[in-house]
Structure formats: structure tokens, C-alpha cells
């Protein structure tokens, strides 16, 4: 028997550390104080360690699969919809208009790997989320993650509007993971950009914990997600070995880091962190994405003209940067995100109920009409 999975709040903590880790990766390793000094420079010991933090992408994909599931099941299309909108735009559109103020008010130049003042075109294609496909600059480069995402989404609400069950979603995370193996071999982009072979063992390993969460165990589960983490393994190396910071970087504790991931989240699989309610980690779960979405090009102006008007040790910036980034995320959730998101789910919810009624009157009206040519023939 299905059994109906509580609110999970260790995925919410789980998010933040996400977070965290690329924030620490971008802040502590891919920028240049003066152009010149690399991180290593400041932070010699802290950059071998947090260089591996780009990694929290992979573990935001793996709990985006597992909560897709969560969320989506015994829910109409129209629901999925609304739930993504409402859950993405909100946080999205208030974090792209503070970065662009903030990086044309306050531009830097040279050693970061993000540079350029956005053009209000830029800014309103961005407002978008399709900058990717469209061929536009991101006012972000973190924004790439968000391209990902939304073609999982559409995967996924292809599946929904069949309706989700358990033999559906296994044959979905089955066939899914098949062709990510096979995509690249064949050469074909169009279909390599539907499938997302690159992460895609992330999002099926994800949902395939949340069937394990909500269904019990089960070998062909574990199994499916076994082959996501061999697949996941390969990735690493590839990923490991395109970073170029400076330093030597050693493939195995990216590896270990993958693994880890894999580990934790067969662990909320399992049902043993159920018991876990702090609220502090819902909290920390609403704020993640907006913080995720500010962290870099703010991160590093605030660092940089930190640095070049005080001089503090950089460690100290770091820090500070973080906790002011994370104040500011509050802001965004508390002042944008929550209102508006709300709105815009009463909004779509009014709008989905009323093409239902509308179609559901249109098609009354059309079995009458019917109805009417028929009548007159049976008396006749």
C-alpha cells in the first residue's frame, strides 16, 4: 500500500548545503582579487577543499527529482503547472533585476569568469528564463542550471498528463536513463537537449528515492539508482577534469563528494530522517533558492570592493558575504517570493477552473445539439 510522505524537512536542509557548496566554490575559487592573485593566493588551504563544492549542483538535481515526484502525485497537469510557476518566477524575477542593478551600479572588471553590464533587452529576455535557447547572454551565469531544470519539468509533465503511477514512473525513469546512454553516441543534438543525458541520472535516481520514500523498497528501484550512480561517477570524472583553478585537483574526493550525495538521499529514501521536523530547516529550504540565484556576480562585487576599500582578511569577506547574501535571500522570500507566489497560484487556479467549466459547458452544449438532430429522426 502507498503510503502518503510527510513534508521532508532534512531536503530542505539538504538544499541549503547545495547552496552553500557551489556558493563556496564560486567565492573561494573561480575569481581574482586584483585581476591577478588567484584564491589559492589568499586561501591556500580552504580552495582544495571548497573547489569541490560545484558539486551541490548535481545534489540540487537529485532532490529536484525526488520532490518532483513528492509533489506531482495525485495532481492534475494544471496543478504540476501551477506549483512550478508559482514555485520558480517569483524568487527568479526579483534576484534578476537586483543583480542587474547591482553589477551596473557597482561594475568590476577582470578575474572573474562573469563580466559585462546587461542591455535591457538582455534583462527582459531573461526575465523569461529562455535566455539559453533564445541565444541571449544570462544576466547570471548560475542561470544555466535553471535551462536543466525546466526540461526536466517538461519531461515530467508530459509523463503527468497520463497521470502518474508506479508502473508509469518506473518505465519513465527506465527508458529516460536508456536514451541518456545512448544520446550522445548518436550525434543527434536536438535529441541530446531533450534527454539532458549530462544530468539526467541525477533526477531519475531522485525520483526513483521518492518511489523507495512513498512504495517501499524495492531491488528494481535500487537498482535504477545504482546504474544512475555509476553514470553519476563517470560524469564526475569528466567534470573534475574540465576545472582549471590553478592547482592540481584530485579526481577521487569528487567521487567520494557524488557518493555522498547518493547516500543521502537513499537515506531520506528510507524513511530514516522522517522523524526529523526542525523548522529552522524549512526555513533554510525557502531561502536557498533565492540566495543560489544572488550568490555570484553580487558575491563577487561585494568581495572585490570589500577588499580594495578595507583590505580585511579575505576569509572574513567570505563569510561576511555569505551571511549578507543569505539576509538578502530572506528579503527576496519574505518581501517577493511568498506574496507573489500566491498570487500566482490563485491566479492560475481561477484561470485552470474556469477553461474547465468553459470546456466542460462547450461540450454540454455540443451533446445537446446532437442530441437535438436526433430526437426529430426517431419520431419520424
Not at 525526488?66 to 494544471?78: A, D, E, Q, T
Not at 474547465?356 to 437535438?372: M, Q
Request: proline share 5%.
Amino acid at each position: 500500500m502507498a503510503r502518503r510522505a510527510p513534508r521532508l524537512a532534512v531536503l530542505d536542509g539538504l538544499r541549503l548545503v547545495a547552496a552553500l557548496a557551489v556558493a563556496s566554490y564560486h567565492l573561494t575559487v573561480s575569481w581574482r582579487i586584483d585581476g591577478y592573485s588567484p584564491p589559492q593566493h589568499f586561501l591556500p588551504t580552504v580552495s582544495h577543499f571548497t573547489i569541490y563544492g560545484f558539486l551541490g549542483v548535481e545534489l540540487f538535481f537529485l532532490i529536484s527529482g525526488f520532490v518532483i515526484g513528492m509533489s506531482s502525485w495525485n495532481r492534475s497537469l494544471g496543478d504540476f503547472f501551477t506549483s512550478r510557476v508559482s514555485r520558480l518566477y517569483p524568487a527568479y524575477w526579483a534576484c534578476v533585476l537586483i543583480t542587474a542593478a547591482v553589477v551596473t551600479y557597482f561594475p568590476i572588471s577582470g578575474g572573474i569568469p562573469v563580466k559585462g553590464i546587461p542591455e535591457l533587452r538582455e534583462i527582459a529576455v531573461n526575465l523569461t528564463m529562455l535566455q539559453e535557447p533564445l541565444g541571449v547572454n544570462s544576466v547570471d551565469s548560475v542561470y544555466w542550471t535553471l535551462f536543466i531544470e525546466l526540461r526536466f519539468y517538461i519531461l515530467f509533465a508530459a509523463l503527468a498528463a497520463f497521470g502518474l503511477t508506479y508502473t508509469r514512473v518506473v518505465a519513465f525513469c527506465m527508458v529516460w536513463m536508456t536514451a541518456a546512454v545512448f544520446a550522445p553516441a548518436l550525434g543527434n543534438q536536438t535529441l541530446s537537449v531533450i534527454i539532458v543525458p549530462d544530468y539526467a541520472p541525477y533526477f531519475i535516481a531522485g525520483i526513483a528515492a521518492f518511489l523507495i520514500h512513498r512504495f517501499g523498497r524495492s531491488p528494481l528501484l535500487f537498482a535504477i539508482i545504482g546504474f544512475a550512480w555509476l553514470l553519476s561517477v563517470k560524469r564526475s570524472f569528466d567534470r573534475v577534469a574540465d576545472l582549471n583553478p590553478g592547482f592540481d585537483v584530485a579526481v577521487r574526493p569528487g567521487v567520494a563528494v557524488v557518493t555522498a550525495m547518493f547516500a543521502a538521499i537513499l537515506v531520506v529514501a528510507l524513511g530514516w530522517t522522517d522523524r526529523i521536523r526542525w523548522r529552522w530547516l524549512t526555513t533554510a529550504g525557502a531561502l536557498t533558492y533565492p540566495f543560489y540565484l544572488l550568490h555570484q556576480r553580487i558575491g563577487y562585487t561585494v568581495i572585490r570592493r570589500a577588499y580594495d576599500g578595507t583590505a580585511l582578511p579575505v576569509w572574513f569577506l567570505e563569510i561576511g558575504t555569505i551571511v549578507l547574501l543569505l539576509g538578502l535571500a530572506w528579503l527576496v522570500y519574505r518581501l517577493v517570493e511568498k506574496p507573489m507566489a500566491r498570487w500566482i497560484r490563485t491566479t492560475l487556479r481561477t484561470a485552470f477552473s474556469d477553461m474547465r467549466a468553459k470546456s466542460a459547458a462547450d461540450a454540454a452544449a455540443a451533446a445537446g445539439t446532437r442530441l437535438s438532430h436526433v430526437v426529430p429522426r426517431q419520431r419520424g
